[in-house]
């Protein structure tokens, strides 16, 4: 155990360290990010009492989108640089190196939501507590980093990897991003007798990881 976790942090660390030296993965998704909410905020007529309907829309639309970009990006830098054929050379778990992967992509999406959300709460005039927000935002992305890791390792090897990968994520991450909106927009405008949507993405979340550990090494072999 202790042997696969040290395998986790080799590998995590290394693409940490990879992209402070580029920051090209932070920096386009930070730019996307905001620049899809900049855009909203500017079409929609957002009145007082239809807030709660629209900008939680807008908050995870972006979310997803810019996660989407840095996947994409950073399975295909492996791809190129031929760091992932190096990898799988080594007597390395296959379970560790997604492991890695997720963690990696998850801190990558998480800063860049940290960044944005300060900017959506100005921007959509909310009167919000950030800190109510922020497990909702993991809970989330835990969702969306582990379907989009699984696929991107998918599409990765295929020509048209930027057209596969949104074709493969957006329709399994429906149930996460529908609760994950409720979920935002209930912290917005309080409902009464809202369905558990908590409890809907911690089974989604749950249920993918366990499933995404399994087949990453069946994936990422072929």
């Known amino acids: 155990m202790k042997q696969f976790f040290l395998q986790v942090f080799a590998i995590l660390w290394k693409d940490i360290r ?4 580029s920051k090209q993965t932070w920096f386009s998704m930070g730019m996307f990010a905001l620049l899809v909410l900049v855009i909203f905020n500017f079409v929609f007529d957002l009145r007082i009492d239809d807030k709660a309907t629209v900008a939680p829309g807008v908050l995870w639309v ?3 989108f810019a996660s989407i970009l840095g996947l994409s990006r950073t399975m295909a830098m492996e791809q190129e640089q031929g760091s992932m054929d190096r990898l799988l050379l080594c007597p390395v778990d296959r379970r560790a190196i997604f492991l890695a992967k997720l963690l990696g992509n998850l801190l990558f999406i998480f800063v860049v939501e940290l960044v944005a959300l300060p900017v959506y709460i100005v921007l959509f005039n ?10 909702v935002v993991l ?3 835990v969702g969306i980093a582990t ?4 696929c991107a390792a998918m599409a990765a090897t295929t020509r048209a990897r930027e057209l596969l990968l ?3 994520v957006f329709p399994l991450v429906v149930p996460v991003m529908i609760g994950a909106v409720r979920l935002t927009e209930a912290l917005i405008a309080p409902l009464p007798n809202e369905p558990p949507w908590l409890g809907l993405i911690i089974a989604f979340d749950v249920i993918f990881l366990g499933v995404s550990t399994l087949a990453f090494q069946f994936i990422i072999e072929d």
């Open 18 to 21: 990879c992209e402070l030296r």
């Open 62 to 64: 972006s979310f997803l």
């Open 126 to 135: 909310l009167h919000i507590f950030v800190g109510a927000l922020v497990p």
């Open 139 to 141: 809970l989330g992305t």
């Open 147 to 150: 379907i989009g890791t699984m």
């Open 166 to 168: 949104p074709l493969l």
